[in-house]
């Protein structure tokens, strides 16, 4: 009887997740220690990769605004509000899945290409292989051609002044009706 009455009020003022509503995803229960501690370890494991490149920047970036989030925020619910990037327990997951991406970019070192590194080339009338889609863009519309030769003759003034005293011609059968 004393649980109840004690108990149930405490419990009642600490905000305590059920579940997270996504299938295989556990609530977890220290949300706020656990993500403090990855994008700590996060910061740390950044500095393997140089100072000038674009994914350290980024990663470094998102990941000092996410854990000065958490230590400014106490609970679950406002840490997911202020972040907007969904539950504490996807961060989680994304946060681990960025460590892990780290040591593959560390392996990788796709910023480590040397100065002599020569890239193939193929010609257009090289055969393209097979597992490289072939994207063939439409015709551009005839009033780019006519624009880009204008602007080559040096008749652009021209052209446009021509184009806005034409009288606009009405296609759709649905404007003649009217």
Known sequence: ?????????????????ETTGIVGLDVVPNAREVLI????????????????????????????????????EEDWESIEKK??????????EEAEDELKLIGHMNEWQ???????YECEVIENDAP????????????LPEEFYKTLEAIDTGTLKQ??????????????????AK
Not at 1 to 17: G, Y
Not at 128 to 139: A, D, F, I
């Open 110 to 116: 796709p910023w480590g290409i040397p100065d002599d």
């Open 128 to 139: 393209v292989p097979k597992h490289v889609p072939l994207h063939r863009p439409g015709p």
């Open 1 to 17: 009887m004393f649980l109840r009455r004690v108990a149930r009020p405490l419990m009642m003022m600490a905000k305590v997740k």
């Open 83 to 92: 972040l907007g990037c969904g539950q504490v327990e996807e961060l989680i």
């Open 37 to 72: 501690g990855l994008y700590t370890k996060t910061l740390e494991e950044i500095k393997a990769v140089p100072e000038d490149e674009g994914y350290r920047k980024a990663v470094e970036s998102f990941t000092r605004h996410r854990l000065n989030v958490c230590r400014e």
């Open 159 to 176: 052209a446009i002044s021509a184009s806005e005293k034409e009288e606009p011609t009405i296609t759709s059968t649905e404007a003649q």
